[in-house]
């Protein structure tokens, strides 16, 4: 059993107007095999919470505290957040010219497991990966997302979180640009991820419609920087009913 | 004058002024360009293996099929008449590279080297040239493609750190006929490449690709002439350099002359370097200077820029360490001219000396 907990979180970034503060003062606390749904309306900082928690150097952490398991999460590099067990499936995968899918996942793995995987277990690892999620075997010899489709850069990071099985899958609007057959494949896949390793998940969306594939144990509502709600799996469905207007007014 | 024709420089010593020259440190040169080098035949270019059937190699008496303003050349032309000759007989096609090994011998002189690679009528082939070592080497290598041939010419400087080399690749390629060139620099002091194409039939493409990766102190220049004097040639130029260290600088400069009589040209050239640390100069010049409008197309590119903070954050969120995500990168980078090579075994040569240059390099 492990823990990801994140304590008064308060993040800015630096514009040409100064520091701006978008996360402001955030509480949460994630357990294995817990799933978290935070949504809320654009803008309101959900995507900077995943990739402070990632690592990303555009965001500054003037305070407060993430740990996983009681070890300092922020000040680890990015890949030593990886390898403590933290994924993050982002919104806009990046294009990694002339790097093959294949020869990216084989270099990730080798670094999380400590060691390279057995080239003929880790062929049927990947072509089982590619195969649930529906991906054509010819995927893996194409650069990492370059060309891909949107589906395809979800499906590639989906099919990350099998391969990789950390401790904790955050996911940045995973749903967003997918239609239903796509949502319903990768829904399905991070559903898979979670029942074979038990995975804690922080599901970042806008819409609820991706909750009827993966369903939620707490529901948080994000606004303005902070936490302002939260509740269990009813909670989408009054967001479904009532959308965000009461929680956006100032 | 326009800027293309006043790169034809007048046969006297350059002064740096001109064109030509105005990148290139001309005190580095050995004194190759102004005469007070010591020249030497040293007739270093060997086979390097058996010689397959189709292909004859001598060391010979050389006419030149080339007229040439370059300093350098002229005065190799001037000092020897002989030199290494690869024929590819007419209608041969020849599956497995032609290896030419140049054997280094030092730099107490400088050897002044000809070379003529003449393929055949509708032959087919590939030849590596494998430059290694230390020496100071001045090089005339003239290229003849003629109607209907295929040649990939992979020319590899991977010279030790002593290395002045001076060339000239001046191909002319025929009606139909197709020239590759792929060029890889990764050593050296200081690396001056011509590569130069005139088209003397309609038909006829050539596609000119280039690495090099420069660190502290080198100097490495490459500079291309496609002149695209006949109708309906297809010329293609994409180079990418990476550069870190202190005043390691690389130059690229890419001419493309598309005279009044070559209606239907298509032409396209690209230059991409990356700078990997302060202190280090990526100068890239592309230049396309058009006498017609009834063209296919023409257009070039050129990009100079950094480490992408975002590629290295997706690759490091996945666990993969700063060095590890910078070599793939940089891995990625050169791969898709590197994998055009189509010989596993220098590929993997290549790609590991990149890594090289990057470890030592640093951050």
Same mark, same amino acid.
């Given at each position: 059993m492990s823990t990801l907990e994140i304590r008064g979180l308060k993040v800015s970034v630096e514009t040409e107007q100064g520091a701006v503060e978008i996360l402001k003062g955030v509480d949460l606390t994630i357990k294995s095999g817990e799933t978290h749904a935070i949504m809320g309306p654009n803008g309101s900082g959900k995507s900077t919470l995943a990739y402070s928690i990632a690592g990303h150097p555009k965001y500054t952490i003037t305070s407060g505290t993430v740990t996983l398991d009681g070890a300092d999460v922020l000040e680890m590099t990015v890949d030593e957040r990886a390898k403590a067990g933290l994924f993050l499936a982002m919104q806009y995968p990046v294009e990694v010219p002339g790097v093959s899918v294949s020869n990216f996942l084989r270099t990730a793995a080798t670094a999380l497991r400590g060691e390279a995987p057995k080239l003929r277990e880790w062929v049927g690892e990947v072509r089982a990966a590619m195969e649930s999620l529906k991906?054509?075997?010819?995927?893996?010899?194409? %650069?990492? %997302?370059?060309?891909?489709s949107g589906g395809e850069k979800k499906r590639h990071e989906i099919m990350q979180l099998e391969l990789l099985k950390p401790k904790f899958a955050i996911l940045d609007e995973t749903d967003s640009g997918l239609d239903v057959d796509a949502l319903r494949i990768v829904s399905e896949g991070v559903v898979r991820a979670k029942d074979a390793s038990q995975c804690g998940v922080l599901l970042i969306t806008h819409y609820t419609r991706i909750l009827r594939y993966i369903k939620p144990d707490f529901v948080h509502v994000f606004a303005n920087g902070r936490i302002v709600e939260e509740g269990g799996p009813e909670l989408a469905d009054k967001l479904e009913a009532n959308g965000y207007a009461e929680y956006v007014t100032a | 004058m326009t800027t293309l024709q006043s790169?034809?420089?007048?046969?006297?010593?350059?002064?740096?002024?001109?064109e030509a020259w105005r990148f290139t440190p001309l005190k580095r040169l050995g004194g190759m360009h102004d005469g007070t080098a010591t020249p030497a035949e040293r007739n270093s270019l060997a086979v390097k293996g058996a010689l397959p059937t189709g292909a004859t190699f001598a060391h010979q008496e050389i006419i030149a099929v080339t007229q040439t303003d370059d300093a350098i050349v002229n005065r190799i032309r001037e000092f020897t008449t002989k030199g290494a000759v690869l024929t590819i007989a007419a209608n041969a096609e020849i599956s497995e590279p032609i290896f030419l090994n140049r054997t280094s011998f030092g730099t107490d002189t400088a050897e002044f080297s000809r070379v003529l690679i003449k393929a055949g009528n509708h032959s087919k082939s590939v030849v590596v040239l494998e430059n290694t070592g230390d020496t100071h080497l001045a090089e005339d290598l003239e290229i003849v493609v003629e109607p209907g041939a295929h040649l990939t010419l992979i020319a590899l400087?991977?010279?030790?750190?002593k290395t002045i080399h001076a060339a000239r690749h001046h191909a002319i390629v025929d009606r139909d006929a197709t020239f590759k060139s792929i060029v890889v620099t990764v050593g050296g002091d200081l690396v001056r490449l011509l590569p130069t194409v005139d088209f003397i039939s309609p038909g006829a493409s050539c596609d000119l690709s280039g690495v090099y990766f420069a660190t502290a102190g080198q100097f490495f220049e490459h500079r291309m002439f496609v002149d695209h004097k006949v109708p309906n040639a297809k010329s293609r130029v994409n180079y990418k350099g990476a550069l870190a260290g202190d005043k390691a600088h690389t130059v690229w400069i890419g001419d493309v002359f598309i005279r009044a009589?070559?209606?239907?040209t298509d032409t396209y050239e690209l230059n991409r370097n990356l700078l990997l640390s302060d202190g280090a100069r990526a100068d890239s010049v592309p230049n396309l200077e058009i006498e017609t409008g009834e063209i296919v197309g023409a257009g070039h590119a050129s990009t100079t820029g950094r480490f992408d903070d975002e590629q290295l954050f997706y690759l490091m969120s996945r666990g993969i360490n700063m060095d590890d995500a910078r070599r793939l990168v940089v891995r990625g980078f050169f791969n898709e001219i590197v994998s055009e090579i189509g010989i596993a075994e220098i590929q993997e040569r290549i790609m590991a000396r990149i890594d090289d240059e990057l470890a030592k390099a640093g951050k």
């Open positions: 991906m054509d075997p010819s995927f893996a010899q194409r %650069n990492v %997302n370059e060309g891909f | 790169n034809i420089l007048e046969n006297h010593t350059p002064t740096g002024r001109e400087q991977e010279w030790g750190s009589a070559a209606e239907g």
